[in-house]
């Protein structure tokens, strides 16, 4: 077993752990600030502002001892602008949009279950006030998956095994490490709707490898878990053809960004996909293996949380 290959798993292994313990301290300093806050909105507010210092400070610092690596090695940049990679954000989504939807589509109705608990509340509540209330509660949807996914997903997973291996092993690696890892997370969702990580995923690596900045990959992100929600919400309040009708529109609007945006989503999807295509038996080994790495581990560490929780 090669030096580098020993270094690579130990720094895993040491990073998802400390990734796991940053969530745990979290959760108990919450637990220790207000008793039952968990059953309130504003837990996952309180959690993340603590998770997140903690998470990036650990996956910082392993980073730095294992690679020499600085902020900016990790994404944290804004690359060539703010502009620039907000426009190859929404590219990014656009790409992703198209992907998603025939997985939404079809699973609208498992959606509306899993909203039934307030299906009678929005209900009563016209289109413009689900709307509204939606973009009120945008902001927890960017700190709760977006910043925290891509940094540990993208900015290291990827980075880590690109600068080890190579950018093929790198990209799949991660890809399938997001994909699955939400049917670890995740115990109540549909098969299909993990398999609609996957190609997401996908697109996301792909943008990072393109961009070297989390600002893109955050942007697509969120306008995924944010606009894609519109049809779920619209579908379970009962409002079936404004359901269908968002999912039109979304898929239209991406369908000429892509049209308008050529040269970005060519560099994306034609540039960033040639070293997929030239991957050798060793680099497709390495890729299962740190796959299944992570995922092992967060298997391990759910389970031990089940029994002491």
Not at 173 to 202: C, E, K, N, Y
């Amino acid at each position: 077993m090669s030096k580098r290959l020993i270094e690579s798993t130990v720094e895993a292994l040491l990073a998802l752990l400390l990734v796991s313990l940053s969530g745990g301290l979290a959760s108990i300093a919450i637990g220790y600030l207000r008793q039952g806050m968990g059953s309130t909105p504003l837990w996952s507010v309180f959690h993340r502002g603590i998770y997140l210092p903690l998470m990036l400070s650990s996956l910082y610092l392993i980073r730095r001892g294992f690679g020499k690596w600085g902020l900016r090695d990790m994404g944290l940049n804004r690359g060539e602008g703010i502009k620039i990679n907000l426009q190859y954000g929404v590219v990014a989504f656009s790409a992703s949009a198209l992907s998603y939807l025939p997985f939404l589509v079809a699973l609208l109705p498992f959606y509306a279950g899993q909203l039934s608990p307030f299906v009678e509340t929005m209900g009563r509540m016209s289109v413009p006030t689900i709307a509204l209330l939606y973009v009120a509660y945008s902001p927890m949807i960017l700190i709760d998956s977006p910043i925290p996914e891509e940094v540990v997903f993208r900015g290291y997973y990827q980075g880590m095994l690109t600068e080890r291996f190579n950018s093929g092993v790198g990209i799949l690696s991660s890809t399938l490490f997001f994909g699955l890892q939400h049917s670890l997370i995740h115990r109540d969702w549909h098969p299909g709707m993990v398999a609609a990580t996957i190609p997401l995923g996908l697109i996301l690596a792909l943008t990072y490898q393109e961009t070297r900045s989390l600002i893109p990959v955050i942007t697509a992100h969120f306008l995924i878990n944010f606009l894609m929600a519109y049809p779920m919400i619209f579908y379970a309040a009962g409002h079936t053809s404004i359901a269908l009708l968002a999912c039109l529109a979304i898929a239209t609007a991406s369908i000429a960004i892509l049209a308008s945006h050529r040269r970005m989503a060519r560099k994306i999807f034609i540039n960033e996909t040639t070293p997929l295509k030239s991957l050798d038996v060793s680099s497709i080994i390495l890729v299962i293996f740190f796959m299944a790495l992570p995922l092992a581990f967060s298997f391990m560490a759910i389970m031990f949380r089940s029994r002491i929780v």
